[in-house]
């Protein structure tokens, strides 16, 4: 007899398995079938229960759709696994940005970071520790490979979350159309792979990006953690000496409005070529030895205007 901690992680393995490989003819099944008075809902989750029944036995699984995603949970419950079905919309890959790869070939004066990837969260609230996540954009590039990699992901922020008026009015992302995506743990190990061993670079990333990572990874429970060489926030210089957001930085430096402003992967993209520009203009050191030295000194913010945060292990 097999226990339910067994029967649970066994569900999940075959869940994940499984879902590349049968997922669409699994859910036709399912839809092909009409239930749409409130009254047929019992009918609904007997039918529904029949048919993962009969996917067990045959070592298979199924998803549901967005608008019957709580339902699911409910007859998952009744075969007491008491583990969440898989996201209506699946998770976005990481992807190879060719263009993206191109335009750094000319950011020579960043080689000597080696492995960088510019960071960008939206969230339920304006920028402090007390919202939670609801999208990530991170582009990567590895100098040495000469290979990008672009990740963006909406991420559902729980049922208890609460989207505030303002912030809403930045993102435009709302509660409702993050309730088919899932969670962040579910997402932790592909964002560690991506920043681990590299420079993070992002737009106030002390004070807003990196807090809340540390929060959420704390309110989860989430064991792994990634290391990064360091962290650079590039908003410090411009705090003091233009306008203080984003798009007022990028329109400074590279002389047209952003594209995508309040999304995470175009302030992400952003980011990165702000830091080329940074670079160009001596804000930012543009060798190695300058870099080092740099980075060493106490007086790294006050000198460029660029800071550097450490310790460099997302842990605490």
Request: proline share 4%.
């Amino acid at each position: 007899m097999l226990s339910q901690d067994t029967l649970s992680l066994w569900l999940i393995q075959t869940l994940n398995n499984a879902i590349h490989k049968r997922i669409n003819d699994i859910s036709k099944r399912i839809m092909n079938h009409s239930f749409d008075s409130h009254e047929d809902r019992e009918d609904m989750e007997h039918y529904i229960q029949n048919v993962i029944s009969t996917e067990l036995s045959g070592g298979l699984i199924l998803t549901m759709t967005a608008d019957k995603g709580e339902l699911a949970e409910r007859v998952f419950d009744n075969l007491t696994v008491k583990k969440r079905l898989p996201p209506s919309i699946p998770p976005s890959p990481p992807s190879m940005d060719e263009d993206l790869s191109h335009a750094f070939m000319y950011m020579y004066n960043l080689e000597h970071l080696g492995r960088i990837s510019f960071l960008d969260l939206e969230t339920t609230d304006l920028p402090n520790n007390n919202g939670r996540i609801i999208e990530i954009g991170i582009i990567q590039h590895d100098f040495q490979t000469k290979r990008t990699i672009t990740y963006q992901q909406y991420i559902n922020p729980g049922p208890d979350a609460k989207m505030n008026g303002k912030a809403f009015a930045v993102h435009n992302i709302s509660l409702s159309k993050l309730k088919d995506y899932d969670i962040l743990p579910l997402y932790w190990d592909e964002i560690c792979n991506l920043v681990e061993d590299s420079y993070i670079v992002g737009f106030n990333i002390h004070k807003c990006d990196l807090p809340l990572l540390i929060n959420e990874r704390k309110r989860y429970g989430i064991n792994r953690t990634f290391k990064y060489i360091a962290a650079i926030d590039i908003a410090q210089y411009y705090w003091k000496n233009y306008p203080k957001t984003l798009g007022g930085c990028y329109k400074h430096l590279v002389y047209r409005d952003m594209e995508k402003a309040h999304t995470a992967i175009g302030d992400s993209k952003a980011c990165c070529e702000i830091l080329s520009k940074m670079a160009d203009h001596n804000v930012f050191p543009c060798t190695k030895e300058k870099f080092k030295k740099w980075i060493a000194s106490e007086e790294n913010n006050a000198t460029y205007g660029c800071k550097i945060v450490q310790p460099c292990t997302l842990k605490h």
